[in-house]
């Protein structure tokens, strides 16, 4: 069974950083992304990262504050997220994909975590 788990979620003030965290279950993706939900608002496309581990693109709001990456032997990607804004406030998901190149539509990633909550006070 499928499984992606996701970690490091939490309480933080502004302009502090935060490190998330993605282990996977069973097989090796492709590509990993990121995503996250705002009360109230639609799911938003965080960050994404290819097979090749070079490939990355990061959603308008958060580029140049966060950074993906991914372990190959951990089976895992993790998301670095510094100079944390109140608006960067939502439940993160992680998402994994069969595909090897980068994706920003969630429609193309086929597992999905619970989701991790990042609340960032002001």
């Known amino acids: 069974q499928v499984r992606l788990t996701e970690s490091g979620g939490g309480v933080v003030q502004a302009g502090d950083s935060l490190r998330l965290s993605c282990v996977a279950s069973?097989?090796?993706?492709?590509?990993w992304g990121w995503f996250r939900q705002a009360p109230g608002k639609e799911r938003e496309f965080v960050a994404t990262?290819?097979?090749?581990?070079?490939?990355?693109e990061y959603g308008d709001s958060v580029k140049g504050r966060f950074t993906i990456s991914r372990d190959y032997a951990k089976n895992s990607q993790s998301l670095q997220m510094n100079s944390l804004k109140s608006e960067d406030t939502a439940v993160y998901y992680c998402?994994?994909?069969?595909?090897?190149?980068?994706?920003?539509?969630?429609?193309?990633?086929?597992?999905w975590g619970q989701g991790t909550q990042v609340t960032v006070a002001s």
């Open positions: 998402a994994a994909s069969r595909r090897t190149g980068i994706a920003v539509q969630a429609e193309l990633y086929d597992y």
């Open positions: 069973g097989r090796t993706y492709g590509t």
């Open positions: 990262v290819g097979w090749s581990g070079a490939d990355k």
